[in-house]
Structures are given as C-alpha cells and as structure tokens.
C-alpha cells in the first residue's frame, strides 16, 4: 500500500479528508515526473535590470507580522521593526536544533528574514549601505504525517538564506534571490538535524537605485502597491489544487519506497522559482506573503486595507487631482513615526506599560503589516466570508461543501520605499 503523500501541502481543519486522499493519489499519480539534480551557481550575474537615470537615493524601511494557525494574534505583540544597524530579523543565533526551535520567531510553519546585504567589514559596505534581502518561506504541513516539523525546513531556509546575505562580500547587485534561495536550500540539505520536510518561498533583493529583484516558488508571492493602485504581483506556481510548487527534502528510504510503487515525489528546486523586477519610488508598498494571506485575502483586500492606512496616518494624501506621497513619510516610517494616528488599546492582552512601549516603537511599515496579518487572520476563522481558497476549491470540488476561510499560519512582510536623497519629489 502507497504510504500518503507528503508533498502537498495540508488542508485547514475545515477540510474533509477527501481532500487529503485526492492531493495524496494526484501526487503519486505524477509516475513522469523525473525529479532532477541540484544544480549550483557557477558565476555571479549582476542585475540586469533597466537602471534609471536620477538622483535617487533608496532606503527601505521593512516590518514584519505574523502569527501560527493556533495563536492568539495582537497588532502590537505579533510586529517586528528591521534595524538595519542591528542582526538579520526572524532568525535566531542558536546551532543546538532544540534550542533552534526555542527561540524560533512565532510564526508557526511559516518563517521569515531581513538582512543587510554584505558585512560592516566589506570593501563594498559603503554602496551595499542601504541594500537588504528578505524573503517568506512556507513549511509544506503534509510532512506531519510522517512525524515531521515543517517548520524545522522553513525556518532552517530563511536562517541560511539570512547568513548568506549578511556575510556577502561583493557588491550587492551580485546577490540574486535565486542565488540566495540556491545557498539556503544546499545548507538546509547538508544539515543533518533537517531530514526532512519541504517549503515554498519568496525573496527579494532591493538596491540603494530603487531596483528589487523578487524571486517566487509556489503559492507565497509579493504585491506591489504604489499610490492607491495595484502595480504589480507575482502569479502562484502549482502543480494542482492546493499542491504548490516546494523545495524538498526526502529522506532515502521514503524516496525509494516512492521509487518500488512507481510514484514519484514532487521536488521543485529553486532554478524554478519565477523571477520578477520591479522599480520602486519614493512612496511605494511592497508586500511579501505566504498562502496563509493570499488563501484568505485578493489583492484588491490587500489594496483597500494598505490604502486606507496609508491615508490615515498622513503617510498618502488624497486630494482631488489624485494621490501623492505626504512630505512625512521618512518621518512616518521611524520608530514612533504614527503613535499619535493610532488609538490607545483598550481591553488589550499587554499591560499598559507594554502597550505605550509598543506604540512608541510603532512605524509606517509595521502597522501595514499588522493590519494585513490582522485581517488575515480574521478572515481565516470567518465561516460566511468565503476567501479566495474556498472559491477555489469550489470551482475544483463542486460537490463538497467547503465556505469561509482557512485556518492557517501567517507571515507578511511590508517594505516602504523612502527616498532619502535632498532632491525626493512628492
């Protein structure tokens, strides 16, 4: 009997177990699927995009929230603040796998990181000043099946990814997200306390010039929001039904069981992963995501709660000739930039001390990701407000009654372009 699937990702709670036995046949029926050979990066190739003649000068101001399916979620606990000057966000330190999971950001299966790219000690610190790299990565829950973490993969990737970037020693426009996402995912297969598990993920790259390079493989992705409008967004890689695209890890014995049934696992590599470039100025919102967003909120979701943020706190101006960029927004995205446009707490899980220490700290970019997680999150557990998965699975499963959202872990990251240069136009 063919043991199930472990590459397609887990259902919601929600789900009926028809689901399960439908994405575990779908995989293993895919008997032509070949897997392939890691391939390694044999030269640098700088970034090609088209660069732009002007005096910008590019800081990227970069937040993250998020929240595990079985959490409690506080806009004002859940957020973290990237400080450029300080260590990579959303990875910690520790070599000791259980102290690893310990001190893990709470973010259940899905992880995160931001970084600087290149060291303080670099010949090239000076022009990677304002560069970093960041990315979202989705464990692939079907693993618990076989009594493994998901986690322990998407977190292990970002924490490798992140440690790359760091230690660069070129100059930034040499890192390539599929560069990154290469090294992650060779270190992630030579550690040994990984044995198993898979994940999707998204990065990005951003230049001091305004360029970002976007990396996507499988059903996390990224939105691009500029003055009210939905500029651009990354398409989701499937190979079916809630059955994305994922890095893999697949222990021998499975894979050769897999191999004496004729089935074949599914194992994506990050050659795969579709690339996008993007310009971004002075104003711009550039979101990162996982499915637990894009299962439970449209980009047009999306584009209403960032507009409407953005306005609030001064940070857009609406006026009748259009939407412009608030002459505060530098101002806005510092620490403690919108504690006075956002109202004081009441009933909150924190103590007032906690609360006014948070609101103090809180910036542009990380009440956007608070907001998009928050709603996220809403919606997940909202059984009359049918997100973009129920649709889905009721275009594919016509017969099976599947409506609200689904529960599931959540990971945004927002980053707001800020034009630092004397000469920024608003």
Known sequence: MIAPS?????CSTACSSLYAIRDSLYTFSL?????????????????HSTRQHNSSKISYRVAVSSSGKNRRFHPLKNVYNFDPSGPALGVTKETNSVSRRRTRPDSGEDAFFVSRIGNRISDHQEGNAEAVAFAVADGVGGWTESRVDPADFSHGLCGYMAHTAETWHEPAEALRPKHLLQAGYDRVVADPTIRAGGSTASVGVALPDGRVELANLGDSGSVLVRRAAVHSYSVPQTHGFNTPFQLSVIPPRMRAQANVFGGAFLEDFPKDASVTNVQMVHGDVLILATDGVFDNLNNQDILKLVTSRMVMTGAWTATESGVGVSENLRALAAPGGVADALPTPSGSALSKEDSDSRLDEATLQSVLASTIAGEAKKASVDYRRDGPFAKEAQRYYPGDYYRGGKVDDICVVVVVAVDDSASAKV
């Open 6 to 10: 472990v590459s397609s990702r887990a």
């Open 31 to 47: 008997s032509q699927h070949i897997p392939r050979q890691r391939t390694h990066l044999t030269k640098i190739r700088f970034f």
